[in-house]
């Protein structure tokens, strides 16, 4: 029998050249031990932001790799998230699955299963004469992990969009400031969008892992900016209830922090209400080795309330998820 933990962490901005009073050494010293309490096999990360030395020099994640050095993931495997064209990792927000398992095979999805859809926005000004692209912010990246004895794991490493207006043009101010409530709706609306679609992708995913291995290990982990009920997560989860189908029981993911106390189910605290924003979904088969699960919330600061009130604050705002199974093998 062999124990797996596998967690997911928004990093929250994570650069060594970071803005404002925060300093980056306040930073590692902070992140540092988290990771190590999770005493992870498999780290989905998001957030990571990377630097290059010149304009034509490789990006580098110089940041990830002062946090981790010293540490055992130091050495350990790592797939990234690449920019839209897949040429280099983006300069901010990027996704990190790091593994002590061997990976087989990785790629992103990126508008490959879902293309993105045409909308002509109403209140913009000027008006725009065609329809545009509504295009994700970012890509879904799926890594393959090997367990002996010719088995697979499926991670798939999310970071869906936050409900926050998209900008539109003429309806908002340099300063942020929204000059018509019907602009700032259009611009939720926008971002609604842009979630869904990720979380339709996401499933899609799904769906064709599910196509070729019926009994596939499937994890989704990251953050869903959506909690339990929402739209999103639901697309995702594919339960039963919604779908009306018995037969495609064997397809739902299963959220694992349903195994925890209510008292304990949150990842984020937002004005004083704490929230689930950062899940590990489980195919079935995967559940069956389930162990149990860990939300590191006990230092958690308000992400509204703490940054105004915390001079150089080098926290995230968002809890790191943990999950343990138990597979039978080597």
Not at 120 to 127: D, M, Q
């Amino acid at each position: 029998m062999t124990r797996l933990r596998i967690a997911t962490f928004n990093l929250e901005n994570l650069d060594d050249r970071p803005g404002g009073a925060i300093d980056f050494a306040d930073r590692v010293a902070v992140l540092r031990p988290q990771l190590l309490r999770l005493r992870a096999d498999i780290l989905c990360l998001q957030e990571v932001n990377t630097h290059s030395a010149t304009k034509s020099s490789p990006r580098l994640f110089t940041a990830l790799d002062q946090v981790l050095a010293g540490t055992e993931y130091e050495g350990w495997e790592r797939v990234v998230s690449l920019n839209r064209g897949g040429l280099h990792p983006a300069d901010k927000h990027n996704l990190v699955i790091i593994s002590r398992l061997k990976v087989r095979e990785h790629r992103q999805v990126w508008h490959d299963l879902v293309p993105p859809p045409l909308y002509r926005p109403v209140l913009a000004e000027p008006r725009p004469d065609q329809p545009r692209s509504v295009e994700w912010d970012r890509p879904i990246l799926h890594a393959v992990m090997d367990l002996g004895d010719d088995r697979r794991l499926h991670v798939v490493n999310v970071h869906l969009r936050a409900p926050r207006a998209v900008w539109l043009q003429g309806q908002k101010e340099r300063g942020g400031r929204w000059l018509s409530v019907g602009g700032w709706a259009e611009g939720f609306f926008l971002a609604s969008v842009k979630q869904a679609g990720q979380a339709l992708e996401a499933r899609l995913l799904v769906e064709s892992i599910f196509d070729a291995e019926p009994d596939a290990n499937v994890v989704v982990c990251g953050d869903f900016n959506s909690s339990d009920r929402e739209a999103s997560l639901r697309i995702i989860r594919g339960d039963e209830e919604d779908t009306g189908n018995g037969h495609l029981a064997m397809r739902m993911l299963v959220p694992l922090e349903r195994t925890l106390p209510e008292t304990l189910r949150f990842s984020v605290i937002h004005h004083g209400r704490p929230v689930m924003l950062d899940h590990i979904l489980v195919s079935r088969p995967l559940l069956g080795s389930y162990v149990g699960a860990e939300i590191h919330n006990e230092a958690l600061g308000d992400e509204l309330v703490s940054p105004a009130s915390i001079f150089g604050t080098p926290e995230s705002y968002h809890a790191p998820v943990v999950a343990e199974f138990v597979l039978p093998g080597a």
